[in-house]
């Protein structure tokens, strides 16, 4: 793409000779300015991500051994070691501390496969029903990144108001307007807050899934749908036999990148319930570690629920991007 | 090329069904935001039946709005733009060279996308403590502290991106402009950048969104006179009354400018995407 806005060099290729040839048999680290050049380019990203993201993370794994609760904070350095202590109270599925985990992991395993799922749908159709020009399409296509674009507390906090009981317009438009019988339900309290915490957190999620798709459909050449409607191709079998298979690259990333996102998913639930009422049905992961560690000063059990919760991740991830591997091989 | 009626139908529902999904939840920011705290406080209406700029004024009031909106602007730009000049060296060189350590890195790099945040909050934090104890560096309750975090954040999806992007403008351009005497940097600057606008604007957006909407590290990371929005924005409801419409009316006058640029820059976003992630 980038391409076009540069005008082609037409001894491009006579150049490249030149520089090659000058150099020996690591010609290539010379003509780009010594062999630590790259290094140098790199340092500061490393730098920041060490102190960031490498050792708070390596300094988390070791906090999962030790016993490190209020008294230790201070002086954390003399907390005792305990070995694989906080995984086993973490797993021991009988306690309470272990039941609420479990419960928290198959609430998030619910909300995650709902969300991503719809959210891929939604963006999906959106995509295909403004890939063709027509009058008023920018005006949907700008409407539908408002979501993404609002910060993710504030689209949140609506909700928030949107599903309270007496002053809310969830129950306003669901009993007064379309006259649904019974009483009003609490949506934030009980049962319910699992549908209110997917309906959020899909409002936020599906203007990005639609954002990547349409920018990958932009590469869709318009010319094979029409060689394909010569051939008699219905629409539905050009969306599954031309449309899908060209955004496969992106489905690909996108797929992942809402996964990882929506699994790790903090800011929905501490927004939507606040950090003092945490309905079970609303539970999500990390929302839990982070009460686990903060509210009982346990920062040893609440590690090691979240090295459980990464090694969780890394082998979904790695199965995933094993498995699309290996389709794209045979493919 | 004619729309068969089921593409129609299939069309306008699609339509009409996102439509409403996304309109309600900001007609109800909207018409809230002007309604007096008396009405907010009764059964929802959907036309509001009182007009009141009321809390347009109050929300100043019920919270330091002006400084939060100072903080959160300081932190974001400073975050957004240090960031790029880091990962459009990292882009760089991962774009350009091939040297030991290269996939080491880039692995390294996205899988830090899957650490969860809660993981390494506390170590985090307890690791700026004893820089500022060490150093004198104040890291904890600092704009500082929350630029620094934020900036990671932001910089492996801003490498990952700028390098496809990078990728894409032809090698033989930048070697012509290194032959002809300016080196690797100046090539850099004279070639790459340049064709790379489109992607630099895209990882801007997308830096500036991310730390604009981050809630965890900041109700850590900050104290009163350096919170940002995103904690300043739950304020308005530990107070005895929940204010609704001042809650509203905040969120409007958060989101407003975030939107408004994002929407004005979201071909340039959209064309980033296209040529750096989607490959």
């Known amino acids: 793409m980038s391409a076009t806005t540069v005008p082609p060099q037409p001894d491009s290729s006579t150049v490249t000779k030149r520089v090659t040839s000058r150099g020996s048999k690591n010609g290539q680290h010379r003509r780009l300015g010594g062999w630590w050049l790259p290094y140098a380019l790199l340092a500061p990203a490393i730098l920041f991500e060490l102190l960031i993201h490498i050792v708070p993370m390596a300094t988390g794994v070791w906090v999962s051994f030790i016993k490190l609760t209020q008294i230790y904070l201070r002086n954390w350095g003399a907390a005792p070691f305990v070995g694989l202590g906080n995984y086993s109270v973490s797993l021991d599925f009988n306690s309470a501390i272990g039941k609420s985990l479990l419960n928290s992991f198959l609430v998030t395993c619910g909300f995650t496969v709902l969300v991503v799922g719809i959210s891929w749908g939604l963006g999906m159709a959106a995509a295909v029903a403004l890939q063709r020009a027509f009058r008023g399409r920018g005006l949907f296509r700008t409407l539908f990144l408002i979501p993404y674009a609002i910060p993710i507390y504030a689209g949140i906090i609506t909700w928030k108001f949107m599903f309270q009981k007496d002053t809310g317009a969830v129950n306003h438009l669901l009993f007064d307007n379309l006259g649904l019988p019974g009483d009003k339900p609490f949506w934030l309290i009980g049962d319910n807050a699992f549908l209110a915490i997917v309906i959020v957190a899909i409002w936020r999620l599906w203007p990005f899934a639609f954002l990547m798709l349409m920018a990958g459909l932009q590469s869709v050449p318009q010319d094979v749908y029409e060689a394909s409607a010569v051939d008699g191709a219905k629409p539905l079998r050009q969306w599954s036999s031309i449309t899908l298979p060209m955004l496969r690259p992106v489905n690909v990333v996108l797929v992942l990148v809402m996964f990882l996102w929506t699994f790790n998913d903090f800011n929905t639930p501490f927004v939507l319930f606040g950090s003092t009422a945490q309905p079970p049905a609303g539970d999500l992961i990390s929302f839990h570690i982070y009460n686990a560690s903060f509210l009982t000063w346990n920062f040893g059990t609440g590690a090691a629920m979240s090295v459980l919760l990464l090694l969780f991740l890394l082998v979904v991830t790695s199965a995933y991007l094993l498995f699309v591997n290996r389709r794209s091989k045979r493919a | ?279």
Not at chain 2, 252 to 266: G, N, R, Y
């Open chain 2, 1 to 279: 090329m004619r729309d068969t009626v089921g593409t129609k139908v299939f069309r306008v529902v699609t339509l009409v069904v996102l439509t409403l999904f996304t309109v309600i939840p900001l007609w109800v920011m909207i018409t809230t935001s002007i309604k007096p705290l008396g009405d907010v406080q009764n059964a929802f209406a959907w036309i509001p039946e009182h007009i009141t700029l009321e809390p347009y004024i109050h929300i100043w009031q019920t919270v330091p709005l002006a400084q939060y909106f100072l903080n959160s602007l300081i932190v974001c730009t400073v975050a957004t733009f240090v960031s790029l000049i880091i990962a459009v060296f990292a882009a760089y060189g991962v774009s350009r060279w091939r040297f030991r350590g290269r996939g080491a890195f880039t692995t390294t790099v996205l899988s830090t996308q899957m650490f969860p945040g809660v993981l390494f909050l506390l170590p985090l934090f307890l690791i700026f403590v004893n820089i500022d104890q060490a150093t004198g560096i104040q890291l904890v309750g600092t704009r500082l502290g929350l630029i620094i975090t934020y900036l990671t954040f932001v910089l492996p999806f801003s490498i990952w991106m700028l390098a496809g992007y990078f990728d894409g403008i032809p090698r033989d351009l930048d070697e012509a402009s290194k032959v002809d005497g300016t080196g690797a940097m100046g090539a850099l600057w004279h070639v790459v950048l340049p064709a790379a606008r489109p992607g630099l604007v895209a990882v801007g957006i997308y830096s500036f969104m991310t730390s604009w909407g981050e809630v965890l590290f900041a109700s850590v990371l900050t104290t009163g006179p350096t919170q940002t929005l995103a904690i300043g924005l739950q304020q308005y409801s530990t107070q005895i009354n929940v204010y609704w419409n001042q809650i509203m009316a905040a969120s409007l006058v958060v989101s407003v400018p975030i939107v408004v640029a994002f929407l004005l820059l979201q071909r340039s976003f959209v064309a980033g995407l296209t040529a750096g992630a989607i490959k």
